[in-house]
């Protein structure tokens, strides 16, 4: 597979030139709530040398599916390569400036790891004595073994959220997406991207939004879907960087074949 480069959850208030940024909390649309306080990192049994089924997540990226999970690690045992594969912290970065590119997002601003997975709160430093957490980056251990890769399921959302269509499902273009959102002048740009493709398959740009907790909904149609999981992704943002805030849902493609 191709390398594809480089969210504890945060909720993050900065006044910058009289504008308000808040970062994402720790709610998670990705299936199983986070309830844990424990750090210790999860490491799959070695009873088997089957790849275990992801549910009741679904896998978002860098892998599409199990067969490419094995070939990952037959790779690694063998060579090495792909250590990257085996840092969450790294592994959300990769997904958020070289999947979803947005490179201005560059930061990892802390980690927490539980019962459910990594949880990678990722953003930037307006200035050198401050962060803003983007998102927060949800992932867990995809397979067996020490070496078992971390994978995206979604992310922990609280005053950004993508809650439709709801999580997992099965999806065709024309797709009718929304959520919530809270902010100031906001402006909600949508896309829908999959791992084999370099750029997004579809895109709505834009919509005004703002307030505390105010739905917001648009429709989004795409092409050329060949990938078992699709990753929607609505960003905002506008204040001091062209992406602030983001949230991702991973959805089924109703059209894929196998």
Known sequence: MRRIGRPLCLLVSM?????????????????VPSTSTSTSLIVAPT?????PSIYPYVGIWPFRTVVDVQSWQQSYRST???????????????????YLAFTEINAVIGTTTNGTGAHVA??????????????????????????????????????????????GATASSPLHVGGAIS????????????PSSSAAIGSFCCLPAGGTDTPWSAT?????ATDPVL?????????????ERFTVNGVRNASYQP
Request: proline share 3%; with cysteine.
């Open 47 to 51: 009873t088997t040398t089957s790849v």
């Open 80 to 98: 090495g390569s792909g250590s990257w594969h085996l840092n969450a912290g790294t592994t959300a970065l990769d997904f958020t400036m070289d």
């Open 15 to 31: 006044a910058l030139a009289g504008l308000v940024l808040v970062g994402c909390g720790s709610t998670t649309k990705s299936a």
């Open 220 to 224: 989004v149609a795409f092409a050329g």
């Open 122 to 167: 990722v953003g930037f430093h307006p200035t050198t004595s401050s962060s803003v957490t983007s998102a927060v980056v949800h992932l867990v251990h995809w397979g067996t073994g020490a070496d078992a890769p971390w994978e995206v399921v979604g992310t922990d959302d609280t005053t950004f959220s993508l809650t439709q269509p709801a999580y």
């Open 183 to 194: 902010g100031v002048d906001e402006n909600i740009k949508v896309t829908v991207r999959q």
């Open 231 to 243: 990753t929607v992704t609505a960003q905002t943002g506008g204040h001091v960087q062209a992406v």
